[in-house]
């Protein structure tokens, strides 16, 4: 009885040990994360080379920037307000009073910079914007890619990356960069306040201010710009892939939404870790 080449194959992949099978999945698996990263660091290096450069900022370009640092930069500031003051509240009290127990004031300063602005505001506010806006971004492009409204903009002659891509990672990189710069001042803020309020802290303004800025080195603020912009640029360049590489039928936007924001969240800690190290090292 003679047996197809293709029935052959699927027996032989069925006979293959397991310990095989993992291995080629693993490896699948790896290929495709590598070209996915590879397709995200395109994306990102392009819209950096074509942002830098005047003549791509036609109005157009303009206001859909500005529409994206109005929809992640501005919108959202009551919600960090609050947040920022919660993380001021709950760490910045505890560590003004706890060291302050022990003896050991000098360390107030590099502590909060190194638990506030180097790990928990660019963290925070990239999940923030990730949940709030990556999800939308990737919606919208969907919507945008299934209607036909992408097809129809090629048509015109113009240029998909340059109308909905660029503005969109550009505006969520300078809009989480601009965030946590806003939920650090807060908390150290709110902090000081509730510490001076309850008194647990010293309430000398310009002392904890000194504190705070005297303890700052530049590798702390390469550490705050690297892991609020960078995760933001990968973020949002991931959403805006899976947006536009949705075809066929709306029901497709949801898988694809949730590849996008899992990409993101975890670049976001891949990304984290590696400036982590980078700046400690």
């Known amino acids: 009885m003679n047996h197809s080449p293709e029935s052959e194959a699927a027996r032989a992949r069925t006979r293959s ?84 127990e022990a003896g050991q004031s000098q360390l107030l300063g590099p502590l909060l910079v190194a638990i506030v602005a180097r790990e928990l505001g660019p963290v925070l506010i990239n999940l923030v914007v990730i949940v709030r806006s990556g999800s939308a971004m990737t919606t919208e492009l969907g919507i945008l890619k299934i209607n036909g409204a992408v097809r129809a903009l090629e048509a015109r002659g113009g240029d998909p990356f340059l109308q909905l891509v660029m503005p969109r990672v550009l505006g969520v ?13 807060v908390a150290f803020a709110s902090g000081f306040l509730f510490a001076a309020w309850t008194g647990k802290g010293s309430g000398d303004l310009l002392l904890f201010a000194d504190t705070v800025s005297s303890a700052a080195q530049p590798e702390d603020v390469f550490n705050i710009v690297a892991k609020s ?53």
């Open 17 to 100: 040990p397991l310990p095989l099978r993992t291995l080629a999945g693993a490896g699948g698996f790896a290929r495709a994360q590598w070209r996915d990263l590879r397709h995200a660091a395109a994306v990102i290096a392009t819209t950096i080379g074509v942002g830098l450069r005047p003549r791509y900022w036609a109005r157009p370009r303009r206001t859909a920037f500005a529409r994206q640092v109005l929809s992640v930069g501005i919108e959202p500031l009551g919600f960090i307000f609050a947040v920022a003051a919660f993380v001021g509240i709950s760490v910045v009290v505890q560590l003004n009073f706890w060291i302050g």
């Open 229 to 281: 912009i960078l995760p933001a640029l990968f973020a949002s360049a991931c959403c805006c892939i899976g947006g536009l590489s949705v075809v066929g039928s709306v029901t497709e936007i949801p898988q694809a939404t949730q590849r996008a924001l899992t990409r993101s969240v975890a670049g976001l800690f891949v990304i984290s870790a590696v400036v982590s190290l980078l700046t400690y090292l």
């Open 173 to 185: 990189a300078v809009s989480t960069f601009c965030l946590t710069v806003v939920f650090i001042l």
